[in-house]
């Protein structure tokens, strides 16, 4: 988790990470990025580098060209990191973070989250019992 923490410090990489986020589900040709971003090439294909590098983008080639595109899974163990840190500690005196893993090479960190809001948008809230003060 250290090497995405580092990748995702330089504020290029990040806005490269939103920009290609806001492409989806399309890829990204790395000259498009070098316009938008107004960098040169050698600078922009040193970045997508570093984040081919730790997960965080995926390539795709055809001919001459490279095509990217945001792979978002690497971005979950950063939530649960952040979320970990919104947790009050009185709560949770000095627990071991344990990232579950139910397939060896399968991030799951994000789905407890993600089953826990598609369950709230299915069954409402209870609502609390009315007081007849009759």
Same mark, same amino acid.
């Given at each position: ?29 790395? /000259? ?22 730790? /997960? ?5 080639e055809e ?49 407890g989250r ?21």
């Open positions: 988790m250290d090497d995405i923490f580092s990748v995702l410090a330089e504020p290029i990489r990040r806005e490269i990470l939103v920009r290609l986020r806001n492409a989806a589900p399309n890829d990204l040709a790395v /000259g498009d990025l070098v316009s938008t971003l107004g960098l040169s090439q050698p600078n922009v294909s040193k970045h997508l580098k570093a984040l081919r590098d730790s /997960g965080l983008v995926s390539v795709r001919g001459q060209r490279r095509f990217y595109r945001l792979n978002p899974e690497p971005l979950a163990s950063v939530e649960g990191w952040v979320l970990g840190m919104n947790d009050r500690k009185e709560a949770f005196p000095s627990r071991p973070v344990v990232t579950p893993r139910i397939l060896k090479d399968v991030d799951v960190t994000g789905i993600a089953v826990g809001r598609f369950a709230a948008s299915i069954f409402p809230p209870p609502r609390p019992p009315r007081s007849d003060s009759r």
